[in-house]
């Protein structure tokens, strides 16, 4: 799996419904998604690493973001 664009990210957003903030950072509006879908909102939460989401869209985002912090 590829890691998503923030445009990619967005369209998903208005996909699910999610309402966007303007300047809302990419893990807020991902955890926003992730609760829409009725999932935990666990993105880079520094579980990666644990995560038993193996096929998880957002799996390659999530370790990047954890690995940049």
């Given at each position: 799996m590829k890691?998503?664009?923030i445009t990619e990210i967005k369209k998903k957003a208005?996909?699910?419904g999610v309402a966007q903030l303007k300047n809302?950072?990419?893990c807020d509006i991902i955890r926003s998604i992730q609760a829409a879908e009725g999932?935990?909102?666990c993105f880079?939460?520094?579980i990666s690493e644990t995560?038993?989401?193996e096929k998880c869209c957002w799996?390659?985002?999530c370790i990047e973001a954890?690995?940049?912090k």
């Open positions: 890691t998503l664009s208005r996909d699910q809302a950072k990419k999932n935990p909102q880079a939460t520094g995560c038993p989401q799996r390659p985002d954890e690995v940049s």
